[in-house]
């Protein structure tokens, strides 16, 4: 199957710094890729949907200036959390949607960027 | 954005025994997916049924589709300890390709 690569797997930063996460789709080309946060023992909520050569399209209440995605090229996304603040702390995570021969399309995920803002 | 229910919340059953995760939705759907995520990890597509299918299954994977309960149902047979991890359906795709997914069910397989 497709393979998404998401860096890095767990950053601490402090509180004010901003931190880039990076999502390669390896295998493939990604026109588009999504972009998850996740809180302990939660479910994924959308955040945005990156698209590649122009703005991304956020989701209702996320806040655009504080997460910046850049997808410059087909086959990376970058999410950039902004002077982040330990509410910013969370698990983030990326997905690429590919064409399922059961028809629709099937989502694969990275692994994850766990963000500690202390 | 519109999140999908699953009950239960968290089921902890034996191994050897089949686990039942349903998944009620709220709007029309194209197809209906069930994704995996152990701890701290990304997720793995499972599955996927149409919404004009009623039933579909892969290995252990036993998948139900009722659009006019909105609702499905995941069912796993003769459950390992390999098989603990969270469960999520999610709905979506179409011309957005974006996924919503619910709220997921903590699965815990006692060996």
């Known amino acids: 199957g497709a393979v998404v690569s998401q860096h890095p797997s767990w950053v601490i930063c402090k509180s004010g710094t901003s931190v880039k996460i990076e999502c390669r789709s390896l295998d493939f080309q990604a026109t588009t890729m999504f972009w998850y946060r996740q809180f302990p023992k939660q479910s994924l909520m959308l955040m945005a949907t990156?698209?590649?050569?122009?703005?991304?399209?956020?989701e209702q209440g996320v806040e655009k200036d504080k997460f910046l995605i850049n997808h410059a090229s087909l086959t990376l996304s970058t999410l950039t959390v902004t002077s982040a603040h330990p509410e910013d702390s969370s698990f983030y995570i990326c997905?690429?949607?590919?064409?399922?021969?059961?028809?629709?399309?099937?989502?694969?995920f990275g692994q994850g960027t766990r963000l500690t803002v202390v | 954005s519109q999140q999908g229910e699953e009950d239960p919340q968290a089921l902890s059953i034996q191994e050897g025994e089949n686990a039942t995760m349903n998944c009620s939705y709220k709007t029309s759907i194209n197809n209906l997916q069930w994704y995996r995520q152990n701890s701290g990890r990304g997720l793995v597509h499972l599955i996927l049924i149409r919404s004009n299918e009623r039933e579909k299954h892969s290995g252990r994977l036993r998948v139900t589709l009722d659009t006019s309960k909105k609702s499905s149902s995941l069912l796993i047979t003769a459950s390992r300890a390999a098989d603990t991890a969270s469960y999520f359906c999610a709905t979506g795709g179409g011309a957005t390709n974006k996924l919503i997914f619910g709220t997921g069910t903590l699965l815990a397989v006692q060996p």
């Open positions: 990156s698209n590649e050569g122009s703005k991304a399209t956020y």
């Open positions: 997905s690429a949607p590919v064409p399922n021969a059961g028809g629709g399309t099937e989502a694969f």
